[in-house]
């Protein structure tokens, strides 16, 4: 099984509908992050959290926000849609030993009509 | 400013040896790493330098200079599945990575 999950895997909707996007991950990471991808561009960071009372805004969190449920579980919504949050948006964890490199889970294609 | 540049594209035989360059500008230094990237998949990691020189972990290698705000990933005995794209990444602080926008790799016979 994967270690860090997304759903859903594809999502398609309109503008001003709200959507939560969901990420869970069976690592014992206390790291978790969001990030989106659009083409051209790196990887920008919308929130991370640290563990389940920490929650920090990343470069890009206008529009979004998120709840952190558990350790394990990281949720991204969007209050109300808009074509430009049109994405392949990604969940992260990291944990502080070994390198501390981020393990991805597999993304969720968000297109706003 | 932050700032992390890398070729958009690059094209390589089968076989062949290529590097992938990545030149950085950040307010702070904690570690570079390399993802490589499948279409349509999530980042997985590949190397991490944070020291200057060369890392070598099979046929790929990672090399830093951080004097220079360089790094480079060298990909070696080349495979089709290496076509990708392939990512640079620096940590600014403690948790913060900077990403690159990647340099797609083409692999042709």
């Known amino acids: 099984d994967a270690d860090v999950t997304q759903t859903p895997r594809n999502r398609i909707t309109k503008t001003g509908k709200r959507i939560m996007l969901e990420c869970s991950q069976t690592?014992?990471?206390?790291?978790m992050y969001w990030y989106r991808q659009d083409p051209g561009l790196g990887l920008r960071l919308i929130y991370y959290?640290?563990?389940?009372?920490?929650?920090n805004k990343g470069e890009i969190s206008d529009g979004y926000s998120v709840s952190r449920q558990a350790q394990a579980k990281f949720s991204l919504s969007l209050e109300s849609a808009i074509p430009n949050q049109t994405a392949l948006y990604f969940c992260?964890?990291?944990?502080?030993?070994?390198?501390?490199?981020?393990?991805f889970g597999p993304g969720t294609r968000l297109t706003v009509l | 400013g932050q700032n992390i540049d890398q070729p958009t594209e690059m094209t390589a035989t089968e076989g062949a040896i290529v590097q992938i360059n990545c030149t950085y500008q950040?307010?702070?230094?904690?570690?570079l790493f390399w993802y490589q990237q499948h279409a349509g998949e999530a980042p997985t990691f590949l190397s991490y330098?944070?020291l200057d020189g060369l890392e070598e972990k099979g046929r790929f290698s990672s090399f830093l200079s951080r004097s220079k705000g360089y790094s480079y990933l060298l990909l070696k005995e080349l495979q089709m599945k290496d076509s990708a794209s392939y990512l640079c990444?620096?940590?600014?602080?403690?948790?913060?990575?900077?990403w690159g926008a990647g340099t797609k790799l083409i692999i042709k016979p």
């Open positions: 992260a964890t990291s944990d502080l030993t070994g390198v501390g490199e981020q393990f």
């Open positions: 690592k014992g990471h206390d790291r």
């Open positions: 959290s640290f563990d389940v009372k920490d929650i």
């Open positions: 950040t307010s702070g230094f904690n570690g």
């Open positions: 330098n944070v």
């Open positions: 990444a620096v940590r600014d602080g403690d948790y913060q990575l900077i």
